[in-house]
């Protein structure tokens, strides 16, 4: 049935069988497998088509690393793309398929690429495709669909995730052999411990080898050491869970799989679960992957790293192939031959690209009669899709160069194995530069700018016994620098055979009889199709900086992010400019270590919990009156009240209509209210609004302009005195927050020795607006024994009272140009009171209306808003509003300076207008574009642009404001507004209150 | 993330809970309209961008709503210290900090 599968050995269990599906074909696979294990014992070697040329592919590792078996899993809503063969657990019922591959894997059209392949240089997008300009949205269609990724899922992701925030006091990401001692002394030593490792249990590199410690696998000596780490009271053990991301002050974020290796329908908990873990110290033991060496033909399937043959046989004990070739410039791939002999599989040969090695693997391979070639490399693999023999030479001392005639041996399997990369990923990820070490033939961890200590592996240390100890000393350390004194326990000790290592040999691209160029493709990254050839071209051609060759190439720009080709592009790259490796550098590893699924990053903070909503005390009322809303900041505010048929320009009319000619009622709750208190709050606010609110009196209010230190408008607002040294400050609804902060700048940081007190206490108070002729009636009829008469209560004047009922704040001000009588209460009351005015106005047919009808009300009388008819660039006087800015008072309020700089003094600033189009009814659209003249050439000089537009159904006509160049000494010129849609309109430059200019209606 | 530490709360938090309000010990002119425009530019416009330490202002926007001092390296964002509004940095050399205060 599996014809790769060994009958004995490997952590699966052969008494469960799990049925699964790959493109469409049925196979038995058994728990403990991944897809990639299960699918190299059903003899599956080509599991993807290459990105650019369409090349067969087959699997090449068996973890993170993986370039090719790039495969979509499920269907539907649950599908999801791109994961890793060699990373996704195996369960019954899984349905998985290449990502790649067009029309078919067998069949793919676009390895036609291949035949071409010269005409596809890197850059070749950038030479290309952008020329004509024209064309480049058919060819963007036509690359997206060669790109070969998967597909998003088509309906909302069902699955629930999950955040949680951790705190520890040593953090080790790794559950290796390093990782296991680091977090077993920490922990020990009293420290608060989580240990984290991706796959589905503790172990690392020894889950796959045949290592031994004191006399027993080394599997099992650490067997005892993991449960008492699962046992421990201080220490969390997280699997399946990967760190993909190493943030500022040691916040590492990473993310645990809990269910998908039980399927994808699996509903019993929370999906994957986002840990966002602050650690003191962290210890990073994430080990090391291998490297390949390039050469010809590098991507047949069937060629894979030396490590993974080892981890399919010993793990997964699965022998993907029958006769093995090996190619090495170093000892330890060795063992890859040693375990597929002792599998009872042939080894054809092992070539050794280094003149001799006195190690204790190549020793013991040479005793157990595998034929090693020294001095060999492997010119270039042979097969059609799939591995069938390889071509092998002699080779010069340095590895450099062939020296001997091409030899053909037969094999359907390559190992390779150019050395070991420790994953410096994590450590980049806080700025930390990797350093070349020569010894070591890596880029290892260099100063940390951060608490972190690398040890093992991914420290460049590959002695297991030295791994032990490294790893043990690191995990006292950390529980020592966060103040924990390490008694308890004893350094492990460890009885390890010893052997010896010979030096590895600098190689990373074996010689072909052709020159680079010419060869047949060396791949250096399999999964963006990065060839040698284009990294010398690039070389050739100009780049010298690694970063920019990685972005000309695209060298690992996977998403695997070259994990296994980055280092092997830099040495090709170093070669080619004759520098050392050390000085080329590497690129900058970046979050996420492995693609990291969105739905963890957003958890429960999507749909109806992505952000809050805030609601008046009305809103339920609004609701059931058919509001449309606007969302103004997080608050929900009513846009229109349509009535059954009506479209929103009529309902906004009638809105409009109602105000001026009866009664309307808007809910106004969502202000910004600041409770200002303090002997010096008249002083403060002085300082901070562009008027003086000196001499404001108990019961009067004060519109204001409030200023940047630039002289620029930022928010506006009345603000009413309340009573000796307490005032009241209105607010823009979305500018609420800022202001507060605003004020407490300057209160706390520059004048401290004012006393002045500051309370939010917008949602204290709920307000009614009632505005219209009749609204004197409407309150009449409500019931208050405040004095209404105008002569009492006039425009500007605030009063407390009893109103239907309840203590009030009755502010008689307008943004509506029309008699207004703003009526707060404590929220609580917000919908009483809201009731009770509707129930009063009904006899004068009040109307209810939205923020739209409020906008085109206040355009009529060319009251701004902050925000729309400003930007951030208009100082009161370029707002026509000089009225509103006290140049005498005796503080140089904030901004006042500025309004005197040659900038803001100049001429031709763009200042407040109306426009009347000369068609009355067209409307002209806000953010309009405003030029003289229709007669210039393109570019034309920009004038200016259109801020507030709309209808106005008072007068019949619409009306906009709008910006212009030196426009208040324009009036009645003709400006020209070019749309976007090829039209343009012509309209005239009038005031900007078109409505009542006297203000006779708000003062009756 | 950061962490920062609230010298008015006195606890270690997290970045979320603060705003950034750029940077620290620059003092209001005294007498604005005596400055020509430049000078009155220099004060409005000119921040120091420095590669190292960096005093800067964060409010505690979420809690006690102060705002305070904190020394920053801008290369490895570590926090040096945290300090209240109106004092010093006690490791800041005087050429790090701002010429006005």
């Known amino acids: 049935m599996q014809p790769n599968r060994l009958d004995q050995g490997g952590l699966i269990d052969r008494g469960r069988p799990l049925q699964f599906t790959f493109n469409g074909t049925a196979y038995l696979g058994y728990q ?6 299960a699918l190299l014992a059903n003899g599956v070697k080509l599991v993807a088509r290459s990105f650019k040329y369409g090349r067969p592919r087959g699997i090449v590792g068996f973890g993170a690393e993986e370039p090719n078996a790039i495969i979509q899993l499920g269907r539907g809503g649950e599908t999801v793309p791109n994961l890793r063969a060699t990373q996704v657990e195996l369960y019954d019922g899984l349905e998985a398929c290449s990502v790649s591959g067009w029309p078919s894997l067998d069949l793919d059209l676009t390895s036609l690429f291949g035949l071409v392949g010269r005409l596809l240089p890197p850059g070749f997008y ?89 006399g027993m696998p080394a599997l099992d000596w650490v067997a005892g050491q993991i449960s008492e780490l699962q046992g421990h009271a201080r220490v969390t053990v997280l699997t399946r869970t990967t760190a993909f991301g190493y943030f500022d002050h040691n916040f590492v974020a990473a993310v645990e799989r809990r269910t998908d290796h039980l399927g994808l329908s699996a509903t019993s908990a929370s999906r994957q679960r986002l840990h966002r873990i602050r650690a003191r110290q962290v210890i990073l033991a994430s080990g090391a992957i291998e490297r390949p060496l390039v050469f010809a033909n590098n991507d047949l399937p069937g060629v894979m790293l030396a490590s993974a043959v080892q981890a399919y046989l010993n793990r997964w004990a699965v022998a993907p192939g029958r006769r093995l070739l090996l190619v090495t410039n170093n000892d330890s791939a060795y063992q890859a031959a040693l375990d597929w002999q002792t599998a009872g599989r042939e080894v054809v040969a092992v070539l050794d690209t280094r003149p001799g090695s006195n190690g204790s693997l190549p020793k013991a391979a040479e005793a157990a009669n595998i034929k090693v070639y020294r001095g060999y490399g492997l010119v270039e693999a042979k097969g059609g899709k799939a591995v069938a023999g390889a071509r092998i030479a002699s080779l010069s001392a340095d590895g450099q160069s062939i020296t001997g005639a091409i030899q053909e041996l037969e094999c359907d399997l390559i190992a390779s194995s150019g050395g070991w990369s420790p994953v410096v990923h994590l450590s980049s990820h806080t700025g930390n530069k990797p350093r070349w ?171 109806e919990l992505l952000d809050p909503e805030r609601y008046t005390a009305m809103h339920r009322w609004h609701e059931r009156h058919g509001a449309k809303w606007e969302n103004v900041g997080q608050w929900k505010r009513p846009w229109y009240y349509p009535q059954a048929g009506e479209t929103m320009l009529e309902a906004v009319n009638r809105e409009c209509l109602a105000v001026r000619n009866s009664a309307g009622m808007l809910d ?49 607002g009345v603000t009413a005195c309340l009573g000796d040294n307490h005032y009241l400050m209105f607010t823009t609804t979305g500018g609420a927050a800022a202001v507060l902060s605003w004020l407490e700048l300057w209160a706390q940081t520059e004048w401290p020795e004012l006393q002045v007190y500051f309370t939010s206490v917008t949602d204290h108070w709920a307000t009614t607006t009632v505005s219209g002729p009749k609204a ?54 917000g919908r009483y009171i809201w009731e009770a005015v509707y129930a009063a106005g009904k006899e004068f047919d009040i109307t209810p209306y939205g923020t739209e009808a409020m906008h085109v009300l206040r355009a009529e009388k060319g ?142 | ?68 001092n904190v020394v920053r390296d801008t290369v490895s964002y570590e926090i040096h210290e945290t300090y209240p509004i109106g004092s010093q940095p006690s490791k800041m050399t005087d050429a790090a900090l701002g010429s006005t205060d």
């Open chain 1, 668 to 716: 106004a709750s969502t202000l910004g209210k600041i409770d200002i208190q303090g002997p010096d709050a008249a002083e403060f606010i002085t300082r901070i609004y562009s008027n003086s609110f000196l001499k404001l009196e108990p019961g009067r209010c004060r519109y204001g302009l409030m200023l940047k230190e630039d002289g620029m408008i930022f928010d506006d």
């Open chain 1, 32 to 37: 403990g497998d991944t897809l990639a294990s």
């Open chain 1, 776 to 829: 004197r009636q409407v309150l009449e009829r409500l019931g208050t024994d405040i004095d209404l008469t105008p002569a009492e209560f006039k425009f500007m004047d605030w009063r407390a009272g009893t109103v239907a009922g309840l203590a009030a704040r009755v502010f008689r001000i307008s943004f509506t140009g029309e008699l207004t009588y703003e009526i707060n209460v404590p929220a609580h009351f």
């Open chain 1, 437 to 607: 070490d020569d010894e070591k033939g890596a880029f290892v961890p260099g100063n940390s700018l951060q608490n972190f200590l690398a040890v093992g592996a991914s420290n460049g240390e590959w002695n297991l016994k030295a791994c032990i100890s490294q790893g043990y000393l690191a995990g006292q350390a950390a529980a020592r620098a966060g103040g924990f004194d390490s008694v308890d326990l004893e350094s492990p000790v460890v009885n390890i055979k010893e052997t010896i290592e010979s030096a590895q040999q600098a190689v990373f691209l074996l010689p072909h009889e052709m020159p680079t160029s010419r060869a047949p493709k060396q791949f250096v990254d399999q999964q963006l199709d990065v060839t040698a050839a284009a990294i010398e071209l690039a070389a050739r051609e100009g780049y010298q900086s690694i970063e920019h060759t990685k972005r000309y190439t695209a060298l690992g720009f996977g998403t695997d992010q070259g994990k296994l080709g980055n280092i092997n592009g830099m040495a090709i790259l170093a070669n080619a400019l004759g520098k050392s490796i050390a000085d080329t550098g590497t690129t900058v590893f970046r979050p996420a270590y492995t693609p990291t699924t969105f739905g963890a990053i957003a958890g429960r903070d999507v749909g």
């Open chain 1, 126 to 214: 950038y030479k290309t495709f952008m020329w004509p300009r024209r064309f480049w949205m058919a060819y963007e269609h036509f690359i997206r669909k060669a790109a070969g990724l998967g597909k998003a899922p088509d309906t909302a992701d069902p699955d629930i995730y999950d955040k949680l925030h951790q705190h520890c006091d040593v953090l080790v990401v790794g559950g290796g052999v390093a990782g296991i001692q680091a977090a077993r002394a920490a922990a020990n030593a009293g420290a608060r411990v989580i240990i984290l490792d991706e796959q589905t249990q503790l172990g690392g590199m020894l889950l796959a080898s045949h290592s031994e410690v004191n």
């Open chain 2, 1 to 68: 993330m950061l962490q920062i530490y609230c010298p008015y709360c006195r606890e270690m938090r997290e970045e979320e809970e603060f705003s950034y309000s750029g940077e620290a010990h620059i003092k209001r002119p005294d007498n604005p309209e005596a400055l020509s425009d430049e000078e009155w530019g220099d004060y409005l416009f000119f921040r120091k961008n420095p590669r190292g330490l960096h005093c800067e202002m964060w409010q505690h926007t979420v809690a006690c709503r102060r705002y305070f």
């Open chain 1, 863 to 1004: 009251f701004i808003i902050c925000g729309q008819d400003t930007d951030g660039s208009m100082t009161p006087d370029d707002m026509n509003m000089g009225w509103a800015v006290n140049r005498n008072k005796a503080f140089s309020f904030i901004g006042k300076r500025s309004l005197e700089r040659s900038d803001t003094t100049k001429g031709n600033r763009k200042q407040l207008v109306g426009l009347r189009t000369q068609d009355a009814a067209t409307v002209l659209p806000e953010g309009a574009q405003i030029v003289n003249s229709l007669n210039e050439t393109i570019p034309m000089r920009m004038q200016g642009h259109v801020t507030s537009s709309y209808f106005s159904p008072i007068l019949g006509h619409s009306i906009a404001l709008a910006v212009v160049k030196a426009g208040l000494s324009r009036m009645g010129d003709t400006v020209y507004c070019p749309l976007a849609d090829g039209q343009t309109v012509a309209a005239k430059i009038v005031p900007s209150v078109f409505y009542d200019p006297s203000g006779e209606r708000q003062n009756v």
